[in-house]
């Protein structure tokens, strides 16, 4: 049992680039989400999913995508990667999204856009 | 929306001091509570929560915390903080949501 795994640990991208966050729970969890983290600012809700198929919009969805094809993946798109992008994502799984459940979270992805 | 305010961004104590970081909310509704740790480099642990009933929880690494509804409040407390405490610690609220406080960094000095 792995919990949430996200991958990769650490990326550096160019202005423009493109690339995905993978992210995988293995707990058969409903609802799953990302996060990005800046200092100062706490962890910000970038998107979120109830179920396969269902994905909704945090407080900071603008440059990012994100799919729901399974119930155990829920990657993030960085489309054109920005500098403003800089930042300590993670991604959170619980049992739903209702209220008496306990989020977990991935180890996290730091993203440096140069 | 709901929001969380952290009062304090940089708490200094020296080792055996006791610690409280305050937390409040803003929903009226029904809340789940959490406290969150994130070590140095490392990812974010779950300190403790609450979900209902008695309004005083304890967590690992002897945290406590207690929820005020009339004051919408759950602050987090420590008898006697210890070098290792150092960490910064996230209030979170899930109304749903989950949103989180800005968090408040903890520096325990010898």
């Known amino acids: 049992n792995a919990g949430v795994t996200q991958t990769p640990k650490f990326q550096v991208l160019k202005t423009g680039q493109s690339m995905t966050l993978q992210c995988a729970q293995d707990?058969?969890?409903?609802?799953m989400s990302w996060y990005r983290q800046d200092p100062g600012m706490g962890l910000r809700l970038i998107h979120y999913?109830?179920?396969?198929?269902?994905?909704d919009q945090g407080e900071v969805p603008n440059g990012y995508n994100v799919s729901r094809s399974t119930t155990e993946d829920f990657p993030l798109r960085l489309l054109s990667a920005a500098p403003s992008q800089t930042s300590v994502y993670f991604c959170?799984?619980?049992?739903?999204?209702?209220?008496?459940?306990?989020?977990?979270f991935g180890q996290g992805t730091r993203l440096t856009v140069v | 929306a709901q929001s969380v305010s952290q009062h304090n961004h940089h708490v200094i104590l020296s080792e055996a001091a006791s610690l409280e970081l305050g937390c409040n909310y803003s929903y009226g509704g029904t809340v789940n509570l959490f406290w969150y740790v994130q070590y140095p480099g490392q990812h974010l642990q779950l300190l403790l929560k609450y979900f209902s009933g008695d309004p005083l929880v304890k967590g690992i690494k002897g945290f406590e915390a207690e929820f005020i509804k009339s004051k919408f409040s759950f602050n987090l407390r420590k008898p006697s903080v210890q070098w290792s405490d150092t960490a910064e610690y996230f209030c979170a609220v899930n109304a749903p949501p989950l949103v989180f406080g800005k968090g408040t960094r903890l520096s325990v000095i010898a």
């Open positions: 999913s109830v179920g396969a198929g269902i994905t």
């Open positions: 707990m058969n969890h409903e609802y």
């Open positions: 959170a799984s619980s049992y739903s999204r209702v209220i008496n459940t306990e989020a977990f």
